[in-house]
Structures are given as C-alpha cells and as structure tokens.
C-alpha cells in the first residue's frame, strides 16, 4: 500500500463497464522509486475527494478483489488518512 494525495478525477465517457458506477480519482503518490510513476488513476471506495490524503492499494489481484474480481483493475483508494506520525529510528 502506499500514500498519496488526490490531485484530481477523471471523467471517461467512453470506458470498460466494470467502470460504471465508480468513481476513478487522479492521486500523486508520495516516495516514488526513479523511472516510477509519480501520479496514478485509482478507483475511489471511500469518498475521497482534491486535497485529501489517501492510502492506495495498487496490486491487481488485491484491488480485483474489492470488486469481485471483475474488469480490469489494479489501482484502489482503500482509506482517507487522518494523520501520519513519522517516528525517528534514533540512530
């Protein structure tokens, strides 16, 4: 799973039907690996809205799942962060 700020929402007329219904939000992922991408379009569970932080799942299998393994989906916003509490390793 991996954190993330909702940046925007995509809006597609024309689109596979496991789409219907759902909403598919933009999220920029935050500590992204070189070469990765840096935003991601992922269906949203909860709501989440521009500005909101958000955890993402972003593994097939697991994100098919939610949806009963139906349709091509890989990316899932699965909870709205409240707050994140860094702790030092005190090294």
């Given at each position: 799973m991996?954190?993330?700020?909702?940046?925007g929402?995509?809006?597609?007329?024309?689109?596979?039907?496991?789409?219907?219904?759902?909403k598919?939000m933009v999220?920029?992922?935050?500590?992204?690996?070189?070469g990765?991408?840096?935003?991601v379009?992922a269906?949203?569970?909860?709501s989440?809205g521009?500005g909101d932080?958000v955890l993402?799942?972003?593994?097939?299998?697991?994100?098919?799942?939610?949806?009963d393994?139906?349709?091509?989906?890989?990316t899932?916003i699965?909870g709205i962060?409240?707050?994140?509490?860094?702790?030092?390793?005190?090294?």
């Open positions: 991996k954190l993330g700020t909702v940046i929402n995509v809006i597609a007329t024309a689109h596979h039907p496991a789409y219907d219904s759902k598919m999220v920029q992922l935050d500590d992204t690996a070189v990765a991408p840096d935003s379009i269906l949203d569970q909860m989440a521009p932080r993402v799942m972003q593994e097939g299998n697991g994100a098919g799942q939610l949806f393994g139906r349709g091509p989906i890989n899932v699965v962060v409240d707050a994140v509490h860094e702790q030092s390793t005190g090294a």
